[in-house]
């Protein structure tokens, strides 16, 4: 990740934020995340390499390739057949745009790869599980927005703990 990009939370009992704990990857900096909500727009670029992951997704929407990538990868085994994850997307390019044209979408993915999974052979076997329930259809801004999967977005513009605009 780039300089300042990556941290650690600790939300305590006057968050909105739905997660108590945890780690935060942005592709600005991380103490831009802090609320109240207080500006429309506020961004970084580092104007660093995206990933060839993001961008494998971002390109089957006709989407741009990705920049200023924060990346988290681990080996993990478990015991058992079942292994969770909790996580909230939030982005400052909601709500501007959302299906803007521009080639501008911030996108999310989590990816597993190991026995028994099926992935995508074109992102070395890996399964995006980063995606709404029941579908294929991974975590962009505009493919969970309040137009698109809307039970899954949530309008942050005036939210207390978080700056960003949208959370999914």
Same mark, same amino acid.
């Given at each position: 990740?780039?300089?300042?990009?990556?941290?650690?939370?600790?939300?305590?009992?006057?968050?909105?934020?739905?997660?108590?704990?945890?780690?935060l990857?942005? $592709?600005?900096?991380?103490?831009?995340?802090?609320?109240?909500?207080?500006?429309?727009?506020i961004?970084?670029?580092?104007?660093?390499?995206?990933d $060839?992951?993001?961008?494998?997704?971002? $390109?089957? %929407?006709?989407?741009?390739?990705?920049?200023d990538?924060?990346?988290?990868e681990?080996?993990?085994?478990?015991?058992? %057949? /079942?292994? &969770?994850?909790?996580?909230?997307?939030?982005?400052? /390019?909601?709500?501007?745009?959302?299906?803007?044209?521009?080639?501008?979408n911030?996108?999310?993915?989590?990816?597993?790869?190991?026995?028994?999974?099926?992935?995508?052979?074109?992102?070395?076997?890996?399964? %995006?599980?980063?995606?709404?329930?029941?579908?294929?259809?991974?975590?962009?801004?505009?493919?969970?927005?309040?137009?698109?999967?809307?039970?899954?977005? &949530?309008? %942050?513009?005036?939210?207390? $703990?978080?700056?960003?605009d949208?959370?999914?």
């Amino acid at each position: 990740c780039p300089e300042g990009a990556v941290g650690t939370f600790l939300a305590g009992d006057n968050t909105d934020l739905g997660l108590e704990k945890g780690i935060l990857l942005t $592709s600005g900096l991380a103490t831009n995340a802090v609320g109240p909500n207080q500006a429309g727009g506020i961004s970084e670029s580092h104007m660093t390499p995206g990933d $060839s992951d993001l961008d494998y997704f971002s $390109s089957l %929407n006709g989407g741009e390739p990705s920049e200023d990538a924060c990346v988290v990868e681990l080996n993990v085994f478990v015991a058992t %057949n /079942e292994l &969770r994850f909790e996580y909230i997307f939030g982005s400052e /390019e909601y709500p501007e745009f959302v299906n803007s044209g521009l080639g501008v979408n911030d996108i999310f993915a989590l990816l597993v790869k190991g026995p028994g999974i099926m992935g995508d052979p074109n992102i070395d076997n890996q399964q %995006n599980v980063a995606i709404v329930p029941g579908t294929n259809t991974f975590i962009e801004i505009d493919n969970v927005n309040s137009g698109s999967n809307w039970e899954y977005y &949530r309008d %942050n513009q005036n939210g207390t $703990s978080v700056q960003y605009d949208g959370l999914t």
